[in-house]
T-cell receptor, first 113, second 117 residues
Framework: AQSVTQLGSHVSVSEGALVLLRCNYSSSVPPYLFWYVQYPNQGLQLLLK??????LVKGINGFEAEFKKSETSFHLTKPSAHMSDAAEYFC???????????FGTGTSLTVIP | DTGVSQNPRHKITKRGQNVTFRCDPI?????LYWYRQTLGQGPEFLTYFQNEAQLEKSRLLSDRFSAERPKGSFSTLEIQRTEQGDSAMYLC???????????????FGPGTRLTVL
């Protein structure tokens, strides 16, 4: 079965500091990877995705992620945190039969002024 | 493109009652997905449709759960004889073009929050 592990259910950073949210996946075939953000009482919004090609993927709001097959990782980063980045972040893996997505348990990001 | 919409946004019901949720996908999207999200967890896949065909339903949580997409447009998710454990956020997502070999992006609606008393 496919699985996604997000290390750290809660991450706190100071405004202006580096954001690093970790995601590791288990897969027997090359996956397609996604990061979604969820603000309170809202649905999930796509931040970025990796399907093929360049392993460093840039997304919206200054976020980026790097696919490292050897480490089965897809960590999300942002050089400088903003207060508006406070939200829940989910890593997901997809591309399997039926295009089902498998989500991690999420990381809640707090940005400290 | 108005995005994926879901109604109602909130539903409070008493245990044993039936509830039905509606999802309207992005208009040109062929695929529609239902997920359940409980507190502190990521979304959990339930079922999906390609046009009006329900291609995967083995992940529905019990036979009390059923979904339809009769005309390949909107979809409904019904829970019969609700239980307190059904309390969760129910998310709908849609995606385009199932013929592509790579994963399509799933666009999510705002969800329906169900509370079973």
């Amino acid at each position: 079965a496919q699985s996604v592990t997000q290390l750290g259910s809660h991450v706190s950073v100071s405004e202006g500091a580096l954001v690093l949210l970790r995601c590791n996946y288990s897969s027997s075939v090359p996956p397609y990877l996604f990061w979604y953000v969820q603000y309170p009482n809202q649905g999930l919004q796509l931040l970025l995705k990796y399907t093929t090609g360049a392993t460093l993927v840039k997304g919206i709001n200054g976020f980026e992620a790097e696919f490292k097959k050897s480490e089965t990782s897809f960590h999300l980063t942002k050089p400088s945190a903003h207060m508006s980045d406070a939200a829940e972040y989910f890593c997901a893996v997809g591309g399997y039969t039926g295009n089902q997505f498998y989500f991690g348990t999420g990381t809640s990001l707090t940005v400290i002024p | 493109d108005t995005g994926v919409s879901q109604n109602p946004r909130h539903k409070i019901t008493k245990r044993g009652q039936n509830v039905t949720f509606r999802c309207d996908p992005i208009s040109e999207h062929n695929r529609l997905y239902w997920y359940r999200q409980t507190l502190g967890q990521g979304p959990e896949f339930l079922t999906y449709f390609q046009n009006e065909a329900q291609l995967e339903k083995s992940r529905l949580l019990s036979d009390r759960f059923s979904a339809e997409r009769p005309k390949g447009s909107f979809s409904t998710l019904e829970i019969q004889r609700t239980e307190q454990g059904d309390s969760a956020m129910y998310l709908c997502a849609s995606s385009l073009d199932p013929t592509k070999l790579i994963a399509d992006t799933q666009y999510f609606g705002p969800g329906t929050r169900l509370t079973v008393l």
